[in-house]
């Protein structure tokens, strides 16, 4: 039995159309000859009656792409199926020959059907075990150096019997377990390398080891950080001596042109490493195939400058702008040398920064998401109709609540479709229960045993 899930709306077309339906109308419309087998993977699947008639009027023969043939063969794909993570388009070339193609879109499930809601998930992780048992329900996973070696490697609890002992050994058998409907972001080891070719051979292995449909390239923003300063954050006290935003132009620009020098080789790209909402636009630019909003950190940062400032208004005691400054050091607001600052000036700051995030009474950054409206609104106004928002980085008992609650709101409804959220696995397994699952459970188990 197949079930359309929103491929199209038959009650609202009034009838189902299918590619089988011209392929036998009247000796009109014919197969290609050698292509019979991948044209029946999806003469079935319901089609438009503006499709149906534009394929009518301009197809003698149909057949597929050689790209077609590519997908269906490289994740040999079960006879008279179309792979999941591709939609179907049709291309018109000459003497009335029309071919279906496949073209990479985790929005679809296999057969030409749509994944059940617009909004898609993620996971962040690189352990095998715990990706298998939601591997049916997302659309993208995650992972960068930290997660492979120091969550799943080098963790004996979690690499039971140390059977998995090397970074590919990791992602082929990820890759296995996903299939070909999920797209794979994995972050290159040294973002500083010079050498553009390195780079790309690096990138080359990932795709080498999960093909080019699924491999997303994780680009992180480097800000004032090189490969000549980055040791500062290896060694000693770990601290940065520069300001997050004093360094050279080049340097803030390298995650940028990186993404687009990978763009040019054809990869996709995760611009990663996106706090502030005015990041967003100018990371637009380098045409990414997803951007992101982190957005945990940020609030819990947020809640504690706050907490400073008004330890201050209420006490006058200086000794908490003090603090809040050792907390700014703490926390790369202000770089390692930075502890004669002025208390004005951090207070200034702080005031400032709060004002940005939307953060006083009845504001919208209370809540953590003003970066995700913001980043939405934007989106919204691109030229990249590819481009997905990763909201990333969250924990606790409101946060992934209050973005589902978001998404629902009238202004961001439509932007559904673009978004992705990503997070562990057992923190969103978490919001698949309530305290009424479990009360259900006691009474319906206690009857169904019999007991009075």
């Known amino acids: 039995m197949s079930v359309n899930y929103g491929l199209l709306r038959p009650q609202e077309n009034g009838m189902v159309f299918s590619v089988k339906a011209l392929a036998g109308n009247g000796g009109k ?39 077609f043939r ?55 992780s690189a352990n095998p075990y715990e990706v298998a048992s939601i591997a049916n329900l997302i659309a993208n996973l995650t992972c960068n150096p930290g997660i ?7 963790n004996p609890k979690a690499n039971a019997g140390n059977k998995f002992k090397t970074r590919d050994e990791v992602m082929s058998e990820i890759g296995r377990i996903l299939g070909p409907g999920v797209d794979i972001s994995v972050e290159l080891n040294n973002p500083f390398e010079s050498d553009i070719n390195k780079v790309l051979e690096e990138a080359a292995k990932f795709r080498e080891i999960l093909s080019p449909y699924r491999v997303v390239i994780k680009v992180p923003h480097t800000g004032p950080v090189n490969a000549d300063n980055v040791q500062e954050l290896l060694s000693g006290d770990k601290k940065f001596s520069l300001k997050y935003d004093q360094g050279k132009t080049q340097d803030f620009f390298r995650g940028h042109n990186l993404a687009l020098a990978l763009r ?10 996106m706090f502030e909402p005015y990041q967003t636009a100018l990371a637009l630019q380098a045409k990414p195939y997803f951007i992101n909003s982190f957005i945990r950190h940020r609030l819990v940062q947020s809640q504690e400058i706050e907490r400073h400032l008004e330890l201050y208004r209420t006490s006058g005691d200086h000794s908490f702008l ?23 000036e951090i207070k200034a700051a702080a005031e400032r920064l709060l004002h940005y995030r939307g953060f006083g009474p009845g504001g919208e950054g209370r809540d953590g998401l003003d970066s995700v409206r913001h980043n939405l609104r934007i989106l919204k106004n691109t030229n990249l109709p590819e481009t997905r928002l990763i909201i990333c980085s969250m924990e606790g008992e409101t946060m992934y609540p209050a973005i589902d609650k978001m998404l629902t ?21 978490r919001f698949t229960s309530t305290n009424q699952v479990v009360s259900y459970q006691r009474r319906f188990m206690n009857a169904a045993s019999g007991a009075k």
């Open 264 to 273: 040019e080789h054809g990869y996709r790209v995760n611009f990663t490493l």
């Open 70 to 124: 590519e997908v269906v063969d490289y994740f040999k794909t079960p006879e008279d199926e179309t792979p999941a993570g591709f939609r179907l388009e049709f291309i018109a070339e000459a003497d009335g020959v029309v071919r279906a193609d496949l073209v990479r879109d985790i929005g679809y499930d296999k057969n030409g059907q749509k994944r059940p809601t617009k909004l898609l998930f993620s996971a962040d």
């Open 409 to 429: 709101e009238e202004e961001f409804s439509s932007m559904a479709d673009r978004v992705v959220i990503t997070a562990e696995p057992e923190y969103l397994a």
């Open 29 to 67: 419309t014919s197969l290609i000859q050698g292509e019979e087998a991948y044209v029946r993977r999806f003469w079935n699947q319901p089609i438009s009656a503006r499709l149906y008639a534009d394929i009518a009027l301009a197809a003698r023969y149909i057949g597929v792409t050689e790209n």
């Open 322 to 344: 003090a603090a809040l400054r050792q907390f700014f050091i703490e926390k790369d607001y202000l770089p390692s040398g930075a502890g004669q600052t002025g208390l004005p």
């Open 148 to 154: 492979i070696y120091d969550l799943f490697i080098n």
